[in-house]
């Protein structure tokens, strides 16, 4: 019992004299201090140093650093790459250490601090509104900027895809085999190959669609997400993976601005050598680019084809005129 009481009083000691030596620091470091916790796994820079302001400035001057921890016993200072905040589960107690918090870090979504994806920067409450952040899907330690939506149900949304016409003459569309090209999203004529989307699927792990576009000449608009369960999972393997022409009623869910005629009549989509038949695409629509072309239809009547630029029209009686301005957009989550 007396070396348990003496290892008690010594451990004891120790804390309080780590907690005297946090307040021995000025005043305004105080405020982001945590005494006797420190974050694991995310250190990349390490250095003795007798003072944990200094440490802690040396942080704030770095650009990469987030937080710090700063480990009394030897006076050693350390930069983590992430915070307790994003990574709580990280966190460890150890009465030795002292962790700080940057204030003036960068934030997640930022060139020097990357995310995952957008649906990342919005779970960690890292975002500014729709715009433009850095992602790096593969950690390749080569971050490159999207379009983030963070608004629509809940946001996290990626845009893959944007024709946004300024021409009412559209020229070729130009096949991108690097999802790094997302960059260029301002590119109407742009589009993603089959390679180029497994690929960021694997790297990001995204599991929903999302359609969206509007012609002024039919003065309607096709917005809608695949749903986050089974039916709406067949929908992106049936573009990414394996052609399966997937049930359409009970695989998406249409949002507040929809006003298309296609999208409130899902047992009327696809075409396998019959009409109305509730699935996606046309059974003749099996190609590498079947994402883009005649996506969703009802045949004859109203499409969402970006190949084409159908938006819940058709070339014949309910075809629609290309304006300047007209847009089709996909996005992922």
């Not at 009327?268 to 079947?290: D, I, L, M, Q």
Request: glycine share 8%; with cysteine; charged share 20%.
């Amino acid at each position: 019992m007396a070396n348990c009481a003496s290892i008690f009083v010594f451990f004891s000691f120790f804390h309080y004299s780590c907690y005297l030596f946090v307040k021995s620091q000025p005043f305004s470091l105080l405020t982001s201090t945590e005494v006797g916790i420190e974050l694991q796994g995310f250190f990349y820079k390490s250095f003795s140093d007798m003072n944990l302001s200094t440490c802690f400035l040396s942080c704030m001057e770095d650009g990469v650093c987030q937080s710090i921890n700063f480990y009394v016993p030897n006076f050693h200072c350390q930069f983590n790459k992430d915070t307790i905040k994003l990574r709580p589960g990280n966190a460890r107690a150890n009465e030795h250490a002292v962790y700080m918090e940057n204030p003036e870090r960068a934030k997640k979504g930022s060139r020097l601090f990357p995310g995952h994806s957008c649906k990342e920067i919005k779970d960690l409450g890292e975002y500014r509104g729709d715009g433009e952040y850095w992602i790096d899907p593969g950690n390749t330690g080569k971050p490159f900027t999207v379009y983030c939506d963070m608004t629509t149900d809940g946001g996290g949304w990626t845009l893959i895809m944007r024709a946004h016409l300024p021409t009412t003459a559209p020229q070729p569309v130009v096949l991108e085999k690097e999802y790094k090209a997302l960059a260029s999203y301002t590119n109407y004529r742009q589009r993603l190959t089959l390679g180029a989307l497994k690929k960021l699927r694997k790297d990001m792990g995204f599991h929903q669609l999302r359609f969206r576009c509007r012609k002024k000449s039919v003065n309607r608009t096709i917005h809608i997400m695949t749903t986050n369960n089974t039916a709406g999972h067949k929908v992106l393997d049936h573009f990414l993976v394996k052609t399966t022409w997937p049930p359409a009623c009970g695989s998406f869910e249409r949002l507040q601005d929809d006003t298309s005629n296609l999208t409130q009549n899902c047992m009327k989509w696809g075409y396998n050598g019959r009409k109305e038949v509730n699935r996606w695409g046309r059974n003749s629509n099996y190609g590498p680019t079947r994402l883009y072309s005649a996506s969703m239809l009802w045949e004859e009547k109203y499409y969402f084809s970006i190949q084409k630029y159908n938006c819940d029209d058709f070339t014949g009686k309910t075809s629609g005129a290309l304006n300047v301005g007209d847009i089709w957009e996909i996005f992922v989550r």
